[in-house]
């Protein structure tokens, strides 16, 4: 297991969570990097690991005791590269949470992305949209063959890096029963940060790595500049100026549909608070994605030295 953490950390839920993997325990490594950044922690931790397969979990990560024994046949086949699985939220979390994590299992705010943070299918070949490295098992080779994530990403390493293993002929698969439990962030604060965050990864990776997967990205900020340029739109004295208003028509009866169908995945007060949370979601990303596009990328030589401390956790 490979998990990041940050200097100052006391407890890691994920090393607690892996001691309690049902797998022989000589054939486990727990190696935790602590920094500053994630993308370096990993690569250092990449590199002192000595086992065939890594296992990332974030450092809020809890497997369930079987995730290994479930996928790691799955490695028998040469082919595939990577296997991932659902972060779920779990049943105890506070009800803003369990709200959050409504939003981000539903369709029209997270696409296929959903299956990252619900049930979809069961075991299939998948694309990067539907894996996330807080629950990731990967080939070491691979990694080290392709010179880990690259530092200048963070968050998307991990979707550029996927690209690339596709793009060599390598296959992703995404087990349903492959599972973390994980708390969505615990306030609106926090939450419209991550969204906002999730939103210039993407478009940063982009730009690193371009790629046809990434069109559907596009919508929310694109939709985000509708609703900006819409009454100047509405403000021009022509005979069609309300045909300007049918792709918010279209969208709002999307929200009205997704309400209904969010009623078979939670109870129906969250169903509620989630629907003003899903038009919140494409605004924010649709914000961070237009200001990923001008961020500055550094790379390691540009950025001022970063300790990472790599320590070794016995498994008991």
Not at 190 to 210: S, W
Request: charge should be positive; charged fraction near 20%.
């Amino acid at each position: 297991m490979v998990i990041a953490a940050r200097p100052e950390q006391a407890e890691i839920k994920s090393v607690i969570g892996s001691k309690s993997l049902d797998y022989p325990a000589d054939k486990l490594e727990i190696v935790v990097a602590r920094g500053k950044h994630p993308s370096i922690q990993r690569n250092a931790a990449i590199k002192a690991a000595t086992g065939d397969l890594i296992y990332f979990l974030d450092d809020d990560s809890v497997p369930e005791p079987q995730n290994l024994k479930r996928v790691v046949g799955h490695f028998a086949e040469p082919d595939v590269k990577m296997v991932g699985g659902p972060n779920l939220c779990p049943t105890d979390a506070p009800e803003v949470e369990q709200v959050f994590a409504l939003v981000l299992a539903s369709w029209l705010a997270f696409g296929p992305s959903r299956a990252r943070y619900s049930h979809v299918g069961t075991v299939r070949e998948t694309s990067e949209k539907e894996l996330i490295l807080c629950n990731l098992i990967a080939r070491r080779q691979d990694l080290i063959e392709l010179g880990g994530f690259d530092e200048k990403l963070y968050p998307n390493e991990e979707n550029a890096l996927m690209d690339e293993l596709q793009n060599r002929g390598g296959k992703l698969l995404y087990n349903a029963q492959m599972v973390v439990h994980r708390r969505p962030r615990p306030t609106l604060k926090a939450f419209a940060k991550m969204l906002i965050t999730y939103g210039r990864g993407r478009a940063e990776q982009f730009r690193v790595n371009p790629t046809f997967g990434s069109a559907l990205n596009f919508v929310p900020p694109l939709f985000l500049v509708y609703l900006i340029v819409l009454p100047v739109l509405l403000a021009i004295g022509q005979p069609q100026r309300w045909l300007s208003l049918a792709p918010l028509l279209f969208y709002m009866a999307a929200v009205q549909g997704q309400a209904l169908l969010l009623t078979l995945l939670g109870k129906p007060r969250h169903c509620v608070q989630a629907i003003p949370l899903i038009v919140l979601t494409h605004l924010l990303y649709g914000f961070g994605f237009w200001k990923g596009l001008f961020t500055t990328l550094k790379t390691a030589a540009e950025r001022p030295p970063m300790e990472v401390i790599i320590e070794r956790i016995p498994v008991e």
